[in-house]
């Protein structure tokens, strides 16, 4: 499987980011994607998520203000960010787990300015 995220950048706070993953080798509207995100000398951590179905689940931080959505046609998973804070700053990264294993993006730098 492969994973290419994008759309990330530098954002004042208040402003509003959307990010996208485009996934390649799998039958993908099969899969459960998720997105993470790991701040300099922090553990990755669990940003949203989207089933196959389309069930979404958000991390507390982000509830209200972040939606994650797929688009079976193109392939690809997206991460709406509204209202971001300088605490989102972070990598962001899409993923999923195919054959028992977790599979990761490369990665996206999102910067939020205070």
């Known amino acids: 499987v492969q994973l290419q995220a994008s759309g990330g950048g530098l954002v004042q706070a208040g402003g509003y980011l959307r990010l996208s993953c485009t996934v390649s080798?799998?039958?993908?509207?099969?899969?459960?994607m998720a997105w993470y995100r790991q701040a300099p000398g922090q553990e990755r951590e669990l940003v949203a998520s989207?089933?196959?179905?389309?069930?979404?689940a958000y991390a507390n931080p982000v509830k209200g203000r972040f939606i994650i959505s797929r688009d079976n046609y193109a392939d690809a998973v997206y991460l709406q960010m509204n209202s971001l804070k300088p605490e989102d700053t972070a990598v962001y990264y899409c993923?999923?787990?195919?054959?028992?294993?977790?599979?990761w993006g490369q990665g996206t730098q999102v910067t939020v300015s205070s």
């Open positions: 080798r799998i039958m993908f509207a099969a899969y459960d």
């Open positions: 993923t999923t787990v195919d054959r028992g294993v977790r599979r």
């Open positions: 989207i089933t196959s179905d389309g069930g979404t």
